[in-house]
């Protein structure tokens, strides 16, 4: 997809994970700088969300981000974005996310990650964008989550053909390839019920 100017990280807010994924979230912000791409995202400075915004700024990436009152009221903002939008709610934040988007990218993550990856793929199944969504399998985080996917299209809760809706890699590295090699077809909303 050569469209492409900003790409959306969601990923978890915690420092206390393996050193595995903030070395990954370092990994994907320099890969996303280096695609000459901005990142945007959560707009914290905590966790792998602000691993990811300081590596792309390290390297020159345009960053911005989304933070609703409520948390940034917890000082937990990054101050040194290129922009800097505090939203009054987390519906607004999301949906500004996909708004000044053209991609998005699923690293580890807890509850939050869940919540948005579910409704980027859901809107994506009800025509409300055709952006592509990768999601960075790393050591095998998300495997239990897909194999729930799975199970879900195998009882017909979800056609077969959705879970092409995203793709998964095993890596960060594999991510710039993932997404400037994303189909660019719009799936046709009408087909979500037959």
């Not at 903030?22 to 990994?27: E, G, H, I, R, Y």
Request: aromatic share 8%; glycine share 10%.
């Amino acid at each position: 997809m050569s469209d492409i100017k900003n790409v959306c990280v969601y990923c978890g807010s915690s420092s206390r994970v393996d050193q595995v994924y903030k070395d990954a979230a370092v990994s994907l912000g320099h890969s996303i700088a280096k695609a000459n791409w901005g990142v945007v995202y959560g707009g914290g400075r905590v966790g792998l969300m602000g691993l990811v915004a300081d590596s792309a700024l390290e390297k020159g990436a345009k960053v911005i981000g989304i933070i609703p009152e409520h948390i940034q009221e917890r000082e937990v903002e990054h101050n040194d974005l290129t922009e800097l939008h505090v939203v009054d709610s987390m519906h607004t934040r999301k949906q500004m996310m996909v708004d000044r988007s053209q991609a998005f990218v699923i690293l580890p993550g807890g509850l939050g990650t869940l919540d948005e990856f579910f409704e980027l793929i859901t809107w994506k199944q009800l025509g409300l964008h055709d952006k592509p969504i990768v999601v960075v399998n790393l050591g095998g985080y998300w495997t239990k989550l897909l194999e729930c996917i799975d199970n879900i299209a195998s009882v017909g809760f979800m056609r077969q053909e959705d879970k092409d809706l995203f793709v998964v890699v095993d890596g960060e590295d594999d991510v710039i390839d993932a997404l400037r090699n994303a189909p660019n077809e719009k799936f046709d909303p009408s087909t979500k019920w037959i």
